[in-house]
């Protein structure tokens, strides 16, 4: 007999890897001290608004793309979504001085809480849109190793 995993094991194993991701590594997929919050209080306001070249983006620029996501996830998994998302506009921050980095990383965190908040309530992982909570992994993911290879670059450049 096939054994099911239930929505309750299922959001737990969600929101324990967006955890990962953010701020609480397991060891499922990340060393310990290598989550996105433990990054970005390693990294300076001058070292996050540094391009690696001229007209590249900035670690800033990842930080307020990857809250800009959660934003628009957020709103596709309450079906808030109603038009195409303008995905250049996540890409506006390119600086910040030190108040404006301090900021910028409460405003992602914030938006990091109102998602967990979101997805902790959710009792019905079967409906399609859900399966866009997975997506925050991935792409939360990518940005993290994008911005501990940047900041491997820009800390050498200090």
Same mark, same amino acid.
């Given at each position: ?9 299922? &959001? ?8 990962? @991701? ?9 060393? $310990?001290?290598?989550? !996105?919050?433990?990054? !970005? /209080?390693?990294?300076? +306001?001058?070292? +996050?608004?540094?391009?690696?070249? /001229?007209?590249?983006?900035?670690? +800033? ?15 596709? !998994?309450?079906? $808030? !979504?109603?038009?195409?998302? @303008?995905?250049? *506009? ?8 030190? &108040? *404006?980095?301090?900021?910028? $990383? ?10 967990? @908040? ?5 009792? @019905? ?12 992994? +991935? ?8 911005? $501990? ?7 050498? *450049? &200090?």
């Amino acid at each position: 007999m096939a054994e099911h995993i239930t929505n309750e094991q299922f &959001s737990q194993t969600v929101r324990a890897l967006i955890e990962e @991701d953010f701020e609480k590594v397991e060891g499922v997929y990340l060393d $310990r001290g290598t989550s !996105l919050f433990e990054t !970005l /209080d390693k990294i300076t +306001a001058e070292q +996050a608004s540094r391009p690696l070249f /001229d007209g590249g983006t900035t670690i +800033a620029g990842h930080v307020y793309h990857t809250r800009f996501y959660l934003q628009v996830t957020l709103d596709y !998994l309450e079906g $808030r !979504l109603k038009s195409k998302v @303008d995905w250049r *506009e996540s890409w506006i921050i390119t600086a910040r001085n030190h &108040s *404006e980095w301090n900021e910028l $990383r409460g405003q992602l965190k914030d938006e990091y809480k109102t998602v967990l @908040d979101y997805l902790a309530g959710i009792n @019905d992982w079967t409906r399609e849109r859900m399966f866009g909570a997975m997506g925050i992994m +991935a792409h939360t993911a990518y940005h993290l190793g994008a911005i $501990r290879q940047m900041a491997t670059l820009v800390a050498k *450049e &200090s």
